[in-house]
């Protein structure tokens, strides 16, 4: 498998803000520019915010962190506080405890501890680009041969990221473990936000198949936030170590049944999706003319996203349900 580097830090952090949080209800411009302009600026470079504070590991620095991480957000460097809080909580040197929030809630107010916790919500994966991986099977044509449908992309040319669950976003244990929860939060609104904008926009008659099948894996990048906070709340829930990112045995419970009521919207969005390509398919491959080869392509590919519309959690494909929101995953 090809690692891709950190190839989508600049415009893939960009895009993923511009569709994420200017749209959300509670989220306004305002926060998208001072996120934005923050990792524009802090990106390619290495930050000296922690450099500020001594490594003293048997030292409880949480006050004047709090104060650095209030100066820094309010100039704008919240991807400079991110480095900070990442380094401080490893170092040793900040107050893991439940009271951490209110506390950064106190110092910074709430536009910007909300601008804060955000910023790690839709940091991104470091190894893919949007969630997904060309496939190696087929080189993201979609095709094995001139009539076979590549059965490792299910003909969709790219496949999830190994890393991220296809979800874009670095996964929880980059994030620091007192924001941890609140991560969790955001990015389940941010799915479901995000859900419901990609099932109520019309499905245009002069819209190409490539853009039908781009906003089938949108809707499964949305698919796999769900599922990730399910499992790292799961994990809470069972009294895995970790300090203050707990959740109780109620409100994961709570949490599970709203990914999977947003899941199974999901999920019938998708078969809506792929028989609308489908059917696109079948028309084009009428205006093939005497081409029979790229006829019987069209052909092979429209009876393959017809299955996989019928297709039990679209079993062994690219679009599988994520293991935490089976029905095998509930006890």
Request: proline content about 2%; some cysteine.
């Amino acid at each position: 498998m090809r690692a891709r580097g950190y190839v989508h830090r600049g415009r893939g952090r960009d895009t993923l803000l511009r569709q994420m949080l200017p749209q959300s209800p509670d989220i306004n411009g305002c926060v998208f520019s001072l996120i934005h302009d923050s990792m524009v600026s802090s990106s390619v470079r290495q930050t000296t915010a922690s450099r500020a504070i001594a490594m003293g590991y048997d030292s409880d620095k949480s006050d004047e962190l709090l104060d650095r991480f209030t100066d820094l957000i309010q100039r704008a460097k919240v991807a400079d506080a991110m480095s900070l809080l990442r380094h401080a909580e490893a170092g040793g040197c900040l107050r893991c405890d439940s009271d951490f929030v209110a506390r950064a809630n106190a110092s910074m107010g709430v536009r910007r501890l909300t601008a804060f916790v955000n910023a790690f919500a839709i940091d991104p994966c470091p190894f893919c680009r949007a969630g997904r991986e060309v496939c190696e099977e087929c080189n993201g044509r979609g095709t094995v041969s001139s009539s076979g449908v590549c059965q490792e992309c299910a003909g969709l040319g790219l496949v999830r990221c190994l890393l991220c669950n296809g979800t874009s976003v670095a996964g929880y244990d980059l994030i620091p473990r007192v924001l941890r929860m609140e991560v969790l939060r955001a990015r389940c609104a941010l799915a479901e936000h995000r859900l419901h904008m990609l099932r109520g926009a019309e499905v245009k008659s002069v819209e190409s198949g490539k853009k039908l099948a781009a906003r089938i894996l949108e809707i499964d990048q949305c698919r796999g936030m769900l599922a990730n906070a399910v499992e790292r709340a799961r994990m809470n829930e069972l009294g895995a170590p970790g300090g203050t990112a707990t959740i109780s045995k109620k409100d994961f419970e709570k949490l599970e049944r709203h990914c999977r009521r947003l899941n199974a919207m999901a999920e019938l969005a998708i078969r809506s999706l792929l028989i609308e390509l489908s059917g696109r398919l079948i028309t084009q491959s009428k205006r093939a003319g005497g081409d029979g080869r790229a006829k019987a392509l069209l052909i092979h590919k429209s009876e393959n996203f017809a299955r996989l519309a019928q297709s039990d959690e679209f079993e062994g494909s690219p679009l599988q349900t994520p293991h935490a929101l089976t029905r095998a995953a509930i006890v």
